[in-house]
């Protein structure tokens, strides 16, 4: 599904509503995502980082885990916006957790002025580790 530039513009704003969000009191970079499952909900993440510093959730993952959390599990399309003047790319361990759900997801890399760089979860990460390469069990 091709996403239209109002979608695009609408995901990078709730991207930059999520940010203001962010709980980042030792890097100071605060990070919003926004993440469109196929229902049409819209689902805002923030990273949230902890005293024990690698136990930090990034945006991503937090939007991914609030919709799954929520009953959705088909995704289209994740914006992300972080501190910085260029768009924001997503760090490897949220590449994993997007390809898990959908390869084909669409990831819009935004900068806060709203331009951005549209790619993929599967081209953020070629030869990613695949759930199908797990033998048949009990997946729900
Ligand atoms: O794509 C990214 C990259 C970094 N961070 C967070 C993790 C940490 O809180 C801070 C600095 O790495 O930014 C994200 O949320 N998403
Ligand atoms: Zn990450």
């Known amino acids: 599904m091709k996403l239209t530039e109002q979608q695009i513009q609408q995901l990078i704003s709730?991207?930059?509503?999520?940010?203001?969000?962010?709980?980042?009191?030792?890097?100071?970079?605060?990070?919003?995502?926004?993440?469109?499952?196929?229902?049409?909900?819209?689902?805002?993440?923030?990273?949230?980082?902890?005293?024990s510093y690698g136990l930090?959730?990034?945006?991503?993952?937090?939007?991914?885990?609030?919709?799954?959390?929520?009953?959705?599990?088909?995704f289209v399309a994740l914006a992300l916006v972080g501190d910085i003047a260029e768009p924001c790319s997503p760090c490897g361990a949220c590449r994993q957790v997007m390809v898990e759900f959908n390869p084909d997801l669409q990831v819009i890399m935004a900068a806060p002025d709203g331009s951005y760089r549209l790619t993929t979860a599967a081209q953020l990460l070629p030869g990613f580790f695949s759930p199908r390469a797990l033998p048949a069990g009990k997946e729900e």
């Open 56 to 74: 930090t959730n990034c945006a991503e993952r937090t939007a991914i885990f609030r919709a799954v959390a929520e009953g959705e599990r088909d």
């Open 14 to 51: 709730e991207a930059i509503n999520a940010q203001q969000k962010a709980y980042a009191p030792y890097s100071h970079f605060r990070v919003g995502a926004a993440l469109l499952g196929k229902s049409g909900r819209i689902y805002q993440g923030c990273n949230v980082e902890n005293a």
